[in-house]
């Protein structure tokens, strides 16, 4: 169903434009309407100002410049209310709700007991599945989500945004969260779906806008991923790289959601290696210093060595792209995904024989992704053996090597990236097909 | 070099607790009557000035500084010595010990001085076992043993040390041997906190030993990651804190009071602290901050002599400072954590 047709599209943003009070320009005149029973995907690499797009219509952030129409009427929306009253709801990406607390109490205590009687009432309607009787924190990460829909729905919401709702979750959690929404356009709701992951936008979303360094790319119909990957990056290094899928046994992919048992796997990879074994823990945090600078982050890791620290962070600087000034800037000052990389990269770098990345490119972007993954590469074909941890079938299928599926405990026989069966990997992780 | 957020923050928090504690106490001026401006410059030229001030002066930041020096080596390891008045304390009665019981002559005061630092130190590795093994809570600890060290101290002059002669509670003066000699016209403390405050320095910034001690400090996680020795972190640090506070007992009872008194603990173990966290735990900062804060309280003390502003007043403002300050190094943790969020 698509609805390009309508006449007075539900919500029309035109030409925002968001600059940060330190200069950063993260919307450089971004348009995008939305029909009244549609999900719109929005897709753009980490930073391409998806976020801060949604910001504005949320009435988080002032833009600079740009109109905002809803049903036809320039609006100012100047805050969450002021969005709430209009009917617009924004999911933010990390759990809001309060884990102890079941659902239903959830949405009871910030929405009232009426909106406890609507929720029910979608629920018997649309004979939507979700568990509101379980305390949040006991519950799977894609469930959260759909209570957060509903607590949106809940509220009054007739546009809900969702920011990043599936980079955690299981693929069986992503079809689980389609479902609902699909459901739910079908009962008229209209949705702004934010994701990275192509393959989903084009499976859940009726059409798309993707971002590129805050401009508007592309907006229009879901086309094939192959096109849409191009208009997503700069460059198209990355899907040739992708289509070589390199296999050797020296590189070890364990594919999972976190806590299936990872922990007590990377723990027995991490004994009885010879040499120095590298390691990124699942926490990057706990794997660095800070208020020390670049070069005693590396000193500190290996301090009774002789080793040219000073050369060394100026490598791994400049082979993992690290944005900083020089090798003496507090590692602090970096921004995430450069504090990650460089700690990815200086434990792949100090490894002799063994290296075990737990999620070492989660949040990264696809750029940074690839450029982990080649590092990688690089390492195995110098003869150290790689343990590396994901939660993303894309990226152990990009990555290469030999993929087990990782799920409450167990480990699945390693079958090698290009013979994988895609549709065999998914049930594995969600729990099916084990013997 | 570049600061990092947490370097930036402890700039402005130290800035805004210092400013907070002068508005108060210039607010307490106010209320006395006096005129702040005034005041200020009197307690200056009273503690540095004034030759006779000054000479006080230093032997407060002496005793100060010492402390604080070790305290900046256990603070940089994120580890709370509160215990500092306890161990300082211990210091100089186990210099007492060598000097009315064991009577050792050879080396005048050196014994009694190397003593009384071992002995602080050793005081202080007790909560660092504890720590280390159980995983005791420091603060607890270390706050806990100022009181049995107090006890002792009174037991010793009210009771087994007490001068017969003149039956007050009060330890002989000590022979002339084993006074610790002046240099340079101040109390010999001084020399020795400017000869161990470098000392101090080098091994913080300069051997392994200390690179561990402040990753340790700035993430304990990146420490265990890291697979540094838990114990010589913990109980190491901790002793070496004790060692100076120790000295420094030992050194004020050879080298200024010359016997011991109920008034030997007066609180300076906790002053210390403050002064520690103003310098930012940094050893070539602790001489000039315990300087500094030393001239405040000697000059604040003769200010209630001669413009009746009441010494509790100072106790107020260092109590403030003292305060805000441990709050602010609490908040550090959080300031990291809030800034990788942002
Ligand atoms: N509060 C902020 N202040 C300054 N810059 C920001 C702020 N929030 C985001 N940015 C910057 O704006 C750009 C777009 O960010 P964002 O909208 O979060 O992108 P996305 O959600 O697509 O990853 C990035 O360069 C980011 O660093
Ligand atoms: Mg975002």
């Known amino acids: 169903m698509t609805s390009q047709g309508r006449s007075s599209p539900l919500l029309k943003a035109r030409n925002i434009w968001v600059v940060y009070s330190d200069g950063t320009v993260a919307n450089k005149g971004v348009s995008l309407t939305l029909y009244e029973g549609e999900i719109h995907g929005l897709v753009g690499e980490n930073g391409a100002g998806k976020t801060s797009f949604v910001h504005v219509l949320y009435g988080v952030v002032r833009p600079s ?21 209009h009917g617009i709801f924004m999911v933010p990406q990390h759990n809001v709700l309060i884990p102890t607390l079941t659902g239903l109490d959830n949405i009871r205590l910030s929405n009232g007991a009426e909106a406890v009687d609507r929720v029910y009432r979608l629920v018997d309607e649309l004979g939507i599945d979700v568990d509101l009787d379980t305390p949040v924190e006991r519950l799977e990460r894609g469930m959260v989500k759909k209570i957060e829909v509903l607590r949106a729905l809940a509220t009054g919401a007739k546009i809900v945004i969702l920011d990043e709702p599936t980079s955690v979750m299981s693929p069986v959690e992503v079809e689980d969260l389609s479902r609902l929404l699909k459901t739910l356009r079908g009962a008229g709701y209209s949705f702004i779906f934010i994701s990275h992951r192509l393959d989903e936008v084009v499976e859940i979303c009726d059409r798309v806008t993707v971002l590129r360094d ?22 198209e290094e990355y899907l040739e790289a992708s289509s070589m899928r390199r296999i050797s046994p020296m590189l070890r992919v364990f594919l999972g959601i976190e806590g299936n048992g990872q922990e007590e796997l990377a723990r027995k990879y991490l004994s009885g290696s010879r040499g120095f074994t590298g390691y990124v823990p699942g926490n990057p945090y706990s794997a660095m210093v800070p208020g020390m600078s670049l070069v005693d982050n590396v000193r500190f890791r290996v301090l009774d060595q002789d080793i040219d620290y000073e050369g060394l962070t100026l490598r791994i600087v400049r082979s993992y792209e690290v944005v900083a000034r020089d090798i003496y800037t507090p590692i602090d000052r970096l921004s995430g995904g450069n504090m990650q990389r460089f700690i990815v990269g200086r434990e792949v770098e100090l490894s002799e024989d063994r290296c075990v990345l737990m999620y070492p490119t989660r949040g990264l972007d696809m750029r940074s992704m690839a450029l982990v993954h080649r590092r990688v590469w690089d390492a195995v074909e110098r003869g150290c053996e790689v ?9 152990a299928l990009m990555l290469g090597g030999m993929i087990s599926v990782v799920y409450r405990g167990r480990v699945s026989e390693p079958v090698s990236a290009d013979e994988a069966d895609v549709d065999r990997l998914k049930m594995l992780m969600s729990g099916i097909g084990w013997s | ?45 009273n503690a540095f000035l004034d030759p006779y001030g000054l000479r006080e002066t230093m032997r407060l930041a002496s005793a100060l500084g010492i402390i604080s020096l070790g305290l900046s080596i256990v603070f940089r390891a994120g580890l709370w010595n509160i215990g500092a008045e306890g161990q300082y304390v211990l210091g100089g009665l186990a210099a007492g010990y060598v000097v009315y019981v064991l ?9 009694p001085l190397l003593i009384g630092a071992l002995t602080g130190g050793l005081y202080a590795a007790i909560p660092g076992v504890l720590r280390w093994r159980l995983g005791v809570n420091e603060v607890l600890t270390t706050l806990m043993l100022n009181y049995v060290a107090l006890y002792l101290l009174y037991y010793v002059v009210y009771g087994v040390w007490r001068d017969p002669q003149t039956g007050f509670p009060v330890t002989p003066e000590i022979p002339g041997a084993y006074r610790l000699p002046e240099v340079g016209g101040f109390v010999g403390g001084l020399a020795i906190m400017l000869l161990i405050a470098p000392a101090l320095y080098y091994l913080l910034f300069h051997t392994r030993y200390g690179f561990k001690l402040r990753v340790y400090g ?7 990651y890291a697979g540094y020795d838990r114990r010589a972190i913990i109980v190491g640090g901790l002793f070496i804190s004790g060692l100076l506070a120790g000295l420094a007992g030992a050194g004020d009872f050879l080298g200024s009071y010359y016997r011991l008194m109920p008034r030997f603990s007066s609180g300076l173990g906790y002053t210390a602290i403050i002064v520690a966290l103003l310098a930012y735990n940094h050893p070539l900062i602790v001489p000039i901050a315990s300087i500094l804060f030393a001239g405040f309280l000697y000059g604040s003390y003769t200010l209630a002599i001669v413009a009746d502003i009441p010494t509790e007043a100072t106790y107020l403002m260092t109590g403030l400072l003292l305060a805000m300050l441990v709050s602010t190094q609490y908040m550090e943790r959080w300031i990291g954590w809030l800034a990788r969020r942002l």
């Open chain 1, 65 to 85: 410049a740009g109109e905002i129409y809803i049903q036809g009427v320039k609006t100012r929306i100047a805050s969450p209310q002021d969005a709430r009253r």
């Open chain 1, 214 to 235: 805050g401009q508007v790319a592309y907006s229009g119909g879901v086309d094939e991923v192959e096109k849409l990957y191009r208009l997503m990056f700069r460059g």
């Open chain 1, 387 to 395: 343990i590396y941890f994901t939660e993303d079938m894309e990226e």
């Open chain 2, 1 to 45: 070099m570049e600061l990092s957020p947490m370097q930036i923050y402890r700039g402005v928090a130290t800035i805004l607790a210092v400013s907070i504690a002068v508005a108060v106490y210039s607010g307490v001026i106010i209320l006395y009557g006096g005129d702040p401006v005034e005041a200020y410059t009197k307690m200056f030229r």
């Open chain 2, 103 to 111: 009577g050792l002559q050879q080396g005048g005061p050196l014994a």
């Open chain 2, 218 to 224: 700035l993430n304990r996680e990146a420490a265990e």
